[in-house]
């Protein structure tokens, strides 16, 4: 079996997506690259997240050839790939349909720099892009047109992409962003939130991205 360690921790980080409420059934989906073949560990479509293992992961090339993997990879590959294509530092990419982060998606809402979480994490506000369907290269398109300095970005009627230089980074950008979309729900129940100068935002950001 190729690729065996990254194999496991994109399995991991799949199984964790479940863990962590970001993801039910068959939604959603963690892939990897690496770094040396430039080949993409990714989810196959339709599988059980409880019951996947190392093995049923699929390999493909950076244009979408099946290198290794008895299943068919996620519906989202292309995707992942155009990603991958377009931003070579990306070594994870996670999609999910996470709950309260989604819930922003399906009003074509940003989600506002109004924590020190999120200045923290994301340097800004979380954009939600334009509504455009999964036809074509137009979901990645979307996706770096609305990229910022933070590692997610939310469609329109859809849910939430997350990305780092591993899989487990790209883990973290999603509970985070799930986390702080939560929190940001809660206080539009009794206010409505203001976003941080963007001075703050600024020093939050430095700080933890430099001397945290």
């Not at 991991?12 to 073949?37: I, P, Q, Y």
């Not at 799930?178 to 703050?200: F, W």
Request: net charge neutral; glycine share 8%.
């Amino acid at each position: 079996m190729m690729l065996e360690k990254l194999r496991e921790e994109v399995c991991k980080v799949n199984k964790d997506l479940l863990r962590c409420n970001l993801v039910t059934m068959h939604s959603g989906n963690a892939s990897g690259r690496d770094f040396e073949t430039n080949l993409i560990v990714i989810k196959p479509s339709g599988v059980d997240y409880d019951l996947l293992q190392p093995e049923d992961l699929v390999v493909v090339d950076i244009e979408g050839k099946i290198v290794e993997g008895k299943l068919k990879p996620s519906v989202d590959t292309p995707h992942h790939l155009f990603l991958y294509k377009n931003k070579p530092e990306w070594g994870g990419i996670i999609h999910t349909h996470s709950n309260y982060a989604t819930s922003f998606a399906a009003l074509g809402k940003n989600i506002p720099a109004c924590l020190t979480a999120i200045a923290d994490e994301f340097g800004e506000e979380i954009i939600c892009t334009e509504y455009v369907s999964n036809e074509g290269n137009k979901i990645g398109e979307a996706i770096l047109r609305n990229l910022g300095r933070g590692p997610a970005v939310l469609l329109k009627h859809h849910g939430v992409f997350t990305f780092g230089k591993t899989p487990k980074a790209a883990l973290k950008a999603a509970v985070m962003v799930e986390d702080v979309a939560k929190t940001v729900h809660l206080s539009m129940l009794i206010g409505s939130p203001e976003s941080m100068p963007r001075k703050e935002i600024d020093k939050w950001w430095n700080r933890y991205h430099t001397t945290y």
